[in-house]
């Protein structure tokens, strides 16, 4: 089965950096667009970042400039660089991976489990 497993969180103090991983496995990596997502407690999960399949990015405003995704199709990795973080970046960090099939009107989307970022002193 599809496996999204999220490694590198854990406890920073603000100003501080962390890179999160995402190892994806049965799927072919290269084809689907990945992204991470974070959810604080009591708030929506909300979407972070996102690459395309052919590595166009994209984030969410409160990260530009601070955050970096990027993608390693031969290891079918995706990573979140994490920098100058402070203490509202405090989530649960999920990997997400998305294959659309505009043809059919479908498409495919998994999840990982999570991984606790917390950003405190």
């Known amino acids: 089965q599809v496996q999204l497993v999220e490694s590198g969180g854990g406890l920073v103090q603000p100003g501080g950096s962390l890179r999160l991983s995402c190892a994806a496995s049965k799927i072919i990596f290269s084809l689907y667009a990945m992204a991470w997502y974070r959810q604080a407690p009591g708030k929506q999960r909300e979407l972070v970042a996102a690459i395309t399949s052919g590595g166009s990015t994209s984030y969410e405003d409160t990260v530009k400039g601070r955050f970096t995704i990027s993608r390693d199709n031969a290891k079918n990795t995706v990573y979140l660089q994490m920098d100058t973080l402070k203490p509202e970046d405090t989530a649960v960090y999920y990997c997400?991976?998305?294959?659309?099939?505009?043809?059919?009107?479908?498409?495919?989307?998994?999840w990982g489990l999570g991984t606790q970022v917390t950003v405190s002193s």
């Open positions: 997400n991976a998305h294959y659309w099939m505009a043809a059919l009107g479908t498409g495919y989307d998994y």
